[in-house]
């Protein structure tokens, strides 16, 4: 198995709602990042999880909170979300940090309204 | 830290013909070079990488890129494109040893579009 899975693939929700991005993979990989991209644009980083443990938080507001339950899971908790959030959120994995390149996954297409 | 160039953020080509998509980097530490591919509505896509060794790198789409440190250039060329090619090329970096360890650092992103 080498892909990366997200879950859901789209989703709409308002500024008051809390919901949950999935990432999910199965290459043994203790490196897992999380990504922001807007249209248009490079991905920016926003977490990396090295051995399930919080290595770099870029500066993100606190209605995002990471979470990475086992080696193969990363979740992306979502609050109070606000409109210019609505982007494409993409997972990543690669066999340790800083190692070798970072797969992606084929991301969530979140909308706020 | 690390930055990337990609002076082309729109290139349009016609199909057969062939084509470059260039990058040009920054860093004081040596680098890992990767292309990214990005279709419409999906993820990105590994295309190719650089990491040691020889500095022709090849995918098995017929892509090939060659690193040259003295220019610190890392440009993407294809000699003959398709239709299906069209999609956002993104060059990025990572410092092989550092405080930055582990950031991937991404151009803007060129454009390619095949015209029949």
């Given at each position: 198995?080498t892909?990366?899975?997200?879950?859901?693939?789209?989703?709409?929700m308002g500024?008051?709602?809390k919901?949950?991005?999935?990432?999910?993979?199965?290459m043994?990989?203790?490196?897992?990042?999380?990504?922001?991209?807007?249209?248009?644009?490079?991905?920016?980083?926003?977490?990396?999880?090295s051995y399930?443990?919080?290595?770099?938080?870029?500066?993100?507001?606190?209605?995002f909170?990471?979470?990475?339950?086992?080696s193969s899971?990363?979740?992306?908790?979502?609050?109070a979300?606000?409109?210019?959030?609505?982007?494409?959120?993409?997972?990543?994995?690669?066999?340790?940090q800083?190692?070798?390149?970072q797969?992606?996954?084929?991301?969530?297409?979140l909308?706020?309204? | 830290?690390?930055?990337v160039?990609?002076?082309?953020?729109?290139?349009?080509?016609?199909?057969?013909?062939?084509?470059?998509?260039?990058?040009?980097?920054?860093?004081?530490?040596?680098?890992?070079?990767?292309?990214?591919?990005?279709?419409?509505?999906?993820?990105?896509q590994?295309?190719?990488?650089?990491?040691?060794?020889?500095?022709?790198?090849?995918s098995?789409?017929?892509f090939?890129?060659?690193?040259?440190k003295?220019q610190?250039?890392?440009?993407?060329?294809?000699?003959?494109v398709?239709?299906?090619?069209t999609?956002?090329?993104?060059?990025a970096?990572?410092a092989?040893?550092?405080?930055?360890?582990?950031r991937?650092?991404?151009?803007?992103?060129?454009?390619?579009?095949?015209?029949?």
């Open positions: 198995d892909e990366v899975t997200q879950t859901p693939k789209h989703l709409v500024m008051t709602n919901k949950s991005l999935k990432c999910e993979q199965h043994g990989h203790r490196a897992m990042y999380w990504y922001k991209q807007k249209a248009k644009k490079p991905p920016e980083l926003m977490f990396v999880y399930e443990k919080l290595s770099i938080n870029e500066s993100v507001p606190s209605r909170s990471p979470e990475c339950p086992n899971l990363l979740n992306l908790h979502l609050h979300l606000q409109p210019e959030d609505s982007a494409l959120y993409l997972c990543a994995s690669s066999p340790r800083g190692m070798v390149e797969y992606f996954g084929p991301g969530t297409r909308t706020v309204t | 830290a690390q930055s160039t990609q002076l082309d953020s729109q290139v349009p080509v016609f199909e057969e013909a062939p084509v470059e998509l260039r990058c040009n980097y920054s860093s004081s530490v040596s680098v890992y070079l990767f292309w990214y591919v990005q279709y419409p509505n999906q993820g990105l590994l295309l190719l990488k650089y990491l040691s060794g020889s500095t022709l790198v090849e098995i789409n017929g090939e890129a060659e690193f040259n003295s610190t250039s890392f440009h993407l060329r294809k000699p003959s398709h239709i299906s090619d999609a956002e090329y993104f060059c970096v990572s092989v040893r550092g405080s930055t360890l582990g991937l650092y991404f151009g803007r992103g060129t454009q390619l579009t095949v015209w029949p």
